[in-house]
């Protein structure tokens, strides 16, 4: 660990005053305007070491033995009071430690377009086989009258006077250490080094233009609420004939109201008689992949749930479907007529139930054991 202490030749003792005293004894003799451009890494260990024990909560994290620099990859700590800081509160400037226009150049008026976001609903049948989408969003498009340029047709832009072209102007400035050069954006050209003096009026200057688009997006099966589907170089055209930036197309479901779905499965309900799940039958079941047969076996209690395999929702990338899972309502009677009755209590005599006694199941068995097993994930 660097011994910043030794670096600021101070004790490890030494008080607030005394190492910000050093810290502008050394940074003045090392500055690279005073000292010469072979001075700028020992002046930059000089500002790291001020960094850190000029913070009192750095110090602190330093005299523990954790060097705050190292474990936050050198940038400012909580305080916000970093590396760079100490360069724009003692020296000014905008174009990094040492300022000057050669390090920064003219600012360029080509950017690139910003991302654009609109939302789509899908059902839960499109959600589940994938669907083609017509989705209407207002974009920027390059100016078709200057071609992105930002100036009127036959004119071009002109080198700033002001700057001659450098986009940045450079002055002395006196500070505690003595006279140092900075620089700042030049104001006659915003930075950009030249003058448009007669923009193109179909854009105003910006060199695009909107317009509402039609785009046709494929939507995947195995989408949800919250997916995004990107599309590259579909969004905003960039000012000054710059790129244009991405589309993000972000799905809605609807909610089925018969069908639910848990990630990629589907869950439904069927209602069973009471005499088909105790005699046991067959029956057909409405799905996405048209009607499917169930076997609701003879004895069947409320709750089981009946698989079918590869009827869920279709899974990204992966080309597989999820499954459906059929879970078995049984019906009991509640209107007998008085024949039915007398059916009902003749049953219940051959099988001795005429006064049945509540009976408690085993741990691991009934019909809440069976609807947790049904919702457990797979």
Same mark, same amino acid.
């Given at each position: 660990?660097?011994?910043?202490?030794?670096? #600021?030749? /101070?004790?490890?003792?030494?008080?607030?005053?005394?190492?910000?005293?050093?810290?502008?004894?050394?940074?003045?003799?090392?500055?690279?305007?005073?000292?010469?451009?072979?001075?700028?890494?020992?002046?930059? +260990?000089?500002?790291?070491?001020?960094?850190? #024990?000029? +913070?009192?909560?750095?110090?602190?994290?330093?005299?523990?033995?954790?060097?705050?620099?190292?474990?936050?990859?050198?940038?400012?700590?909580?305080?916000?009071?970093?590396?760079?800081?100490?360069?724009?509160?003692?020296?000014?400037?905008?174009?990094?430690?040492f300022g000057g226009a050669q390090q920064r150049g003219p600012a360029s008026r080509t950017q690139r377009g910003g991302d654009t976001l609109v939302q789509t609903t899908?059902? #839960?049948?499109?959600?589940?086989?994938?669907?083609?989408?017509?989705?209407?969003?207002?974009?920027?498009?390059? *100016?078709?009258?200057?071609?992105?340029?930002? *100036?009127?047709?036959?004119?071009?832009?002109?080198?700033?006077?002001?700057? +001659?072209?450098?986009?940045? %102007?450079?002055?002395?400035?006196?500070?505690?250490?003595?006279?140092?050069?900075?620089?700042?954006?030049?104001?006659?050209?915003?930075?950009?080094?030249?003058?448009?003096?007669?923009?193109?009026?179909?854009?105003?200057?910006?060199?695009?233009?909107?317009? =509402?688009?039609?785009?046709?997006?494929?939507?995947?099966?195995?989408?949800?609420?919250?997916?995004?589907?990107?599309?590259? +170089?579909?969004?905003?055209?960039?000012?000054?004939?710059?790129?244009?930036?991405?589309?993000?197309?972000?799905?809605?479901?609807?909610?089925?109201?018969?069908?639910?779905?848990?990630?990629?499965? #589907?869950?439904?309900?069927?209602? /069973?008689?009471?005499?088909?799940?105790?005699?046991?039958?067959?029956?057909?079941?409405?799905?996405?992949?048209?009607?499917?047969? %169930?076997?609701?076996?003879?004895?069947?209690?409320?709750?089981?749930?009946? =698989?079918?395999?590869?009827?869920?929702?279709?899974?990204?990338?992966?080309?597989? =479907?999820?499954?459906?899972?059929?879970?078995?309502?049984?019906?009991?009677?509640?209107?007998?007529?008085?024949?039915?009755?007398?059916?009902?209590?003749?049953?219940?005599?051959?099988?001795?139930?005429?006064?049945?006694?509540?009976?408690?199941?085993? %741990?691991?068995?009934?019909?809440?054991?069976?609807?947790?097993?049904?919702?457990?994930?797979?």
């Open positions: 660990m660097k011994d910043y202490y030794a670096t #600021l030749g /101070v004790s490890r003792d030494a008080s607030e005053a005394e190492i910000k005293k050093a810290y502008r004894k050394l940074a003045r003799e090392h500055h690279p305007d005073v000292a010469g451009p072979d001075a700028g890494d020992h002046f930059k +260990n000089v500002a790291a070491a001020y960094e850190v #024990l000029g +913070n009192a909560d750095k110090r602190a994290q330093y005299d523990r033995g954790v060097d705050p620099r190292s474990a936050s990859g050198g940038q400012s700590g909580p305080q916000g009071y970093g590396f760079e800081d100490i360069f724009e509160q003692f020296f000014g400037g905008s174009g990094g430690p899908v059902t #839960l049948e499109e959600a589940v086989f994938g669907v083609t989408r017509e989705v209407q969003v207002d974009l920027a498009d390059r *100016c078709e009258t200057c071609q992105g340029s930002c *100036c009127a047709p036959g004119t071009s832009p002109e080198t700033c006077r002001q700057c +001659n072209g450098a986009g940045m %102007i450079q002055r002395t400035a006196r500070s505690l250490l003595g006279p140092v050069m900075t620089t700042s954006p030049c104001p006659g050209c915003g930075g950009y080094g030249t003058i448009i003096r007669q923009p193109c009026a179909d854009c105003s200057g910006q060199g695009r233009t909107h317009s =509402r688009h039609t785009i046709s997006v494929d939507i995947p099966a195995g989408v949800e609420t919250g997916t995004r589907i990107r599309l590259p +170089n579909r969004g905003d055209a960039g000012t000054g004939g710059g790129s244009k930036g991405d589309l993000y197309i972000e799905i809605r479901e609807k909610q089925h109201p018969t069908f639910e779905r848990r990630g990629d499965d #589907l869950h439904c309900t069927v209602e /069973v008689p009471m005499t088909a799940a105790a005699l046991g039958a067959t029956m057909g079941v409405d799905t996405f992949d048209g009607e499917q047969q %169930i076997d609701v076996r003879p004895g069947t209690h409320a709750g089981s749930t009946v =698989r079918l395999r590869g009827l869920g929702v279709g899974r990204l990338q992966r080309g597989s =479907r999820g499954d459906l899972f059929v879970h078995l309502d049984i019906q009991t009677p509640e209107d007998l007529d008085d024949e039915q009755r007398d059916l009902m209590r003749r049953l219940a005599e051959l099988r001795g139930e005429e006064m049945p006694e509540a009976t408690l199941a085993p %741990i691991g068995g009934g019909v809440f054991s069976r609807l947790r097993d049904a919702f457990k994930p797979r």
